[in-house]
């Protein structure tokens, strides 16, 4: 067992899953796993695919080692910009890839902590298995969390329908 | 004029909200109707399937890309 593959098992054991705040998604796709890698961590390729239409990206900048910066500027529909900033925590290449909103930057502890993403892509046949876990702090920074997403027009006209129709 | 908002402004936001699964519509003649889809309002009043729904459709951007960057590399 190599270093890099232990240190991997290790994060598997510490990263038990809590249904309540986390989500794993998982894929198979017939694509060598040095393009996912490659899709996950340069901003060249994550501006393509990193925000759910009708969303985009405006903007990604990674530095690819522990401590480097994470950062995405999300468009909304309507031209609206918003940047948000983490840290990268683990780089196996082709294997794993972590990082936060926890902390800036250099380590540096964050305002508003509430995210950890690990993506994990391992070799299946000619593709690749990969797997997206995105972990929460809790309940109220969920909440919180989804509040911001409602900044924009068309969120606070979902509001305004989902306060009509629980009042139905 | 019942709203502030405009009508192609309306009908913009609408559209949104259906692509997310909230309301459906139907067309008869030049009166297109929205109905709120009480499925999707499940999801939105529970954070965690919003967020579901969110990774969902970014993995299946990333999967398409994917696919058009190993095929932009074989030609």
Known sequence: ?168 | MPFEMALPSFVQHLRVLEECGLVRSSKDGRVRTYRLDPEGFRGAEDWLEGQRQTWERRLDQLDSYLIQMKETRHD
């Open chain 1, 1 to 168: 067992m190599t270093d890099t593959t232990a240190a991997a098992t290790a994060l598997d054991a510490d990263t038990a899953f809590d249904p309540a705040l986390d989500l794993v998604l998982e894929r198979v796709i017939d694509v060598p796993p040095a393009l996912v890698w490659a899709a996950w961590t340069q901003p060249e390729h994550l501006v393509h695919w990193f925000a759910p239409a009708p969303w985009g990206v405006a903007r990604a900048e990674i530095d690819l080692r522990p401590g480097g910066i994470f950062s995405t500027v999300m468009r909304s529909p309507e031209g609206e910009e918003f940047p948000g900033t983490g840290c990268i925590l683990e780089v196996i290449p082709e294997r794993r890839f972590v990082w936060t909103d926890a902390l800036l930057p250099g380590y540096r502890p964050s305002a508003e902590p509430f995210f950890t993403g690990v993506v994990t892509i391992e070799p299946e046949g000619e593709g690749t298995r990969y797997r997206a876990m995105a972990r929460h702090r809790d309940e109220e920074g969920c909440n919180r969390h989804a509040e911001m997403g409602f900044h924009d027009g068309w969120g606070a006209a979902l509001d305004q329908l989902v306060a009509y129709a629980k009042a139905l």
